[in-house]
């Protein structure tokens, strides 16, 4: 058997999204820009994926602009709004938990002379709210704070904080890659002004997403040479992958209650199966107000590197980091900035749970983790 448990990395694309996708990749292969009949069906279906993405998130589809991914539509957030400020609005507040999306995007500002404010976070891994409004000068711009983590899982207060930004006109950017398709997401709600998705981790294609962009918000772009996506984001769009992605967001929609439910309930049989039965294993991270599907672990005295690789050996398929970071020898930077020792974040192992994982992955990844752990512990010198 083989159990996939690193959904926060990417999801399999799900049989619904790849059949709407394959007629975009055959006879289906006009260019959305082009005025003839091509183009122009091209177009309709585009217009319809927008249409399915901004509903998931209770936006307009003139909101949506599609980009490459969770990474491209942060960097578009980050740096157009700030490349669209002038006068003393000049700085950024982020948070030093955010995926390396954000974290390199408000570095490269930072290069050309932005200053940027870093806010920590708790031992949940919880930005605390008073701390970011009190951030929030007469200089500030734009606050990016994620709506989940993506190693941990920890929900953010996101409202607060947006509600605060908004009424002293600071621009607010969530990444909300996580969150999406897991949790509802309502931009009207959260009050944000700009919100990244990626199609990836909700069942879509890879190399696909979105920026919302509240009608009025001013954003310059990052790409030039064409007029598509409101001029934001030149360049021929990927039809299919937006037609998976809108698909992707339809099922999401639709079936995301009942899929919380179960892959919380799941998420949880794991993680007391291992607690129960694994000694020195200690959750990071809260037992609520986290994402339904996502648990991270660490076991005392081991290597979470060699875990992973006994694991992947059993079948089980986890990660120790984010995919972008994944491979690296350093800890997670959240666990770190939770607080956490060297040793209790090095070995440290997340598990993020899907759409499709079933209660006997879960209880044969509980018996591999016993294995791995147990097999480790005795070779230990
Ligand atoms: N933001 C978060 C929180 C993520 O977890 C990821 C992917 O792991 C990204 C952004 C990047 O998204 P993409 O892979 O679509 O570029």
Redesign the pocket.
């Known amino acids: 058997m083989r159990v996939y448990l690193d959904y926060?990395?990417?999801a399999p694309i799900r049989a619904e999204v790849l059949d709407a996708m394959l007629p975009y990749l055959g006879e289906r292969w006009g260019n959305p820009a082009s005025r003839h009949w091509f183009g122009q069906g091209a177009l309709r279906a585009v217009d319809a994926a927008r249409a399915e993405v901004a509903a998931l998130i209770g936006a307009r589809p003139q909101e949506i602009v599609f980009t490459?991914?969770?990474?491209?539509?942060?960097n578009l957030a980050l740096l157009g709004y700030m490349l669209a400020c002038d006068g003393a609005r000049r700085r950024l507040v982020t948070t030093v938990i955010?995926?390396?999306?954000?974290l390199e995007a408000a570095n490269a500002l930072e290069n050309f002379g932005v200053p940027v404010q870093r806010l920590g976070a708790d031992s949940d891994g919880r930005v605390n709210p008073r701390e970011a409004i009190q951030a929030l000068g007469d200089d500030v711009a734009l606050i990016s704070v994620?709506l989940?983590?993506?190693d941990v899982g920890t929900m953010q207060p996101l409202e607060a904080i947006a509600r605060a930004a908004r009424s002293r006109g600071v621009g607010v950017h969530t990444?909300?890659?996580?969150a999406v398709g897991r949790v509802p997401v309502d931009v009207e709600a959260l009050g944000v002004d700009l919100l990244?998705l990626?199609?990836?981790?909700l069942g879509g294609p890879?190399?696909?997403?979105a920026l919302y962009v509240r009608s009025g918000t001013r954003i310059k772009p990052r790409s030039h040479g064409g007029a598509q996506e409101s001029g934001l984001r030149a360049g021929t769009l990927n039809v299919a992958g937006i037609v998976g992605f809108g698909r992707a967001c339809a099922l999401a929609k639709s079936e995301l209650t009942d899929a919380a439910f179960r892959m919380a309930a799941l998420r949880d049989r794991l993680e007391r199966g291992i607690r129960e039965r694994v000694a020195g294993a200690l959750r990071n991270g809260p037992a609520s107000e986290r994402l339904p599907n996502t648990t991270n672990l660490s076991f005392e005295g081991i290597n979470g590197e060699s875990l992973l690789m006994m694991l992947d050996a059993l079948g089980v398929a986890t990660s120790n980091g984010?995919?972008?970071t994944a491979g690296s020898a350093n800890p997670s930077h959240v666990l770190l900035a939770m607080g956490l020792g060297h040793a209790r974040a090095a070995s440290a192992l997340r598990f993020s749970l899907g759409i499709g994982t079933r209660e006997e992955e879960i209880d044969f990844a509980v018996d591999a983790v016993v294995e791995a752990v147990g097999s480790l512990r005795e070779a230990r010198p």
Do not use: L
């Open positions: 926060n990395a990417t490459s991914g969770g990474t491209e539509a942060g955010e995926h390396p999306a954000i994620m989940a983590n993506n990444d909300a890659v996580q990244s990626s199609a990836h981790k890879q190399g696909v997403g984010s995919a972008c």
